[in-house]
């Protein structure tokens, strides 16, 4: 037997305590042992393979969780991306990352081509040309049917469906946006995520969820008002790194505290979410 076929038996032992002791020694690593996905399916006993599976992806969630808290860590903000790829995995470890990332490229590239030689501070043009490039050319836009939250905020599955949650669809313009050179930042407004610029003709924001809606100030405050928001001007201010991921995170606490069995990842969630939060 070999070593991937020995611990797949492994992950099916419905003893807890071989299951903890060996769920710790895989997340220690950076991903699993090659074959390993392949060894679990090949188990014959159907309950055997389904409780190998759900531990294996386990496994990928409590090594999603780690990395995003070592991201909380003092120093520089982490990386968007990176980040916001770890927040899909925490939900789905074998979510296809790789695509999703080359697709990212492939938008910033085709933006880039559109907008030309874009000046600093970008110009209203510019920012306009952006929004309609992903709003209108692209069709990316809010998802006001589906309830299916985790699948609304991984970032591989809007970037296919082209349709999620505003925080998800704004780090889609974050990204492509950066590869694209134009200066966009991350605006966490109650109950609604956007993003801004600071263009040549002073502030102006992008509503991902409405098509890429171009808007001034007062166009965000009616926004909110409509949320039964009451506008401040604080409401407005760039939000960072952490505070993007926290709030990823915390979009999925409360769904999956209303499953049935769904505790494990709320609390997975949480953590992840106060460690970005509580970081310096």
């Known amino acids: 037997m070999s070593e991937v076929a020995a611990i797949a038996r492994l992950l099916a032992d419905p003893d807890p305590g071989v ?5 710790r020694q895989l997340a220690s690593r950076a991903q699993d042992p090659p074959g390993l996905r392949e060894a679990v399916e090949c ?3 159907p309950i ?16 999603a969780a780690e990395t995003l808290v070592r991201f909380s860590q003092p120093g520089a903000e982490p990386d968007l991306e990176a980040g916001a790829f770890e927040i899909a995995r925490l939900e789905d470890p074998d979510v296809d990352c790789g695509t999703a990332r080359a697709r ?5 590239l085709l933006a880039r081509r559109k907008l030309g030689r874009v000046g600093r501070p970008p110009s ?10 992903l709003g209108e050319t692209e069709g990316f836009e809010g998802d006001r ?11 591989p599955h809007v970037l296919e469906r082209k349709r999620g949650l505003p925080i998800a669809l704004s780090v ?24 801004g610029a600071l263009t040549d003709d002073g502030p102006l924001y992008l509503d991902p969820f409405d098509r890429g809606r171009v808007m001034g100030a007062e166009d965000v405050a009616s926004l909110l008002r409509k949320l039964d928001v009451s506008f401040r001007p604080e409401h407005l201010s760039p939000t960072g790194t952490r505070a993007i991921l926290a709030r990823m995170a915390r979009n999925l606490v409360a769904y999956h ?12 969630y949480a953590r992840v979410a106060l460690a970005m939060e509580e970081a310096p």
Request: with cysteine; proline share 3%; aromatic share 4%.
């Open 124 to 133: 209203r043009a510019s920012l306009a040309a952006l929004a309609s490039f």
């Open 172 to 195: 889609v313009y974050l990204l492509v946006a950066a590869r694209a050179g134009v200066a966009l930042y991350g605006v966490g407004a109650p109950l609604h995520f956007i993003v």
């Open 43 to 45: 188990l014959a006993d």
């Open 104 to 108: 990212v490229d492939d938008l910033g």
């Open 257 to 268: 505290a209303r499953k049935q069995r769904g505790e494990p990842r709320a609390r997975r």
């Open 145 to 155: 049917a589906d309830e299916d939250v985790p699948r609304c905020s991984s970032l």
């Open 48 to 63: 055997e393979r389904s409780r190998a599976r759900e531990a294996r992806l386990e496994i990928g969630r409590d090594r």
């Open 19 to 23: 299951a903890s002791a060996l769920r």
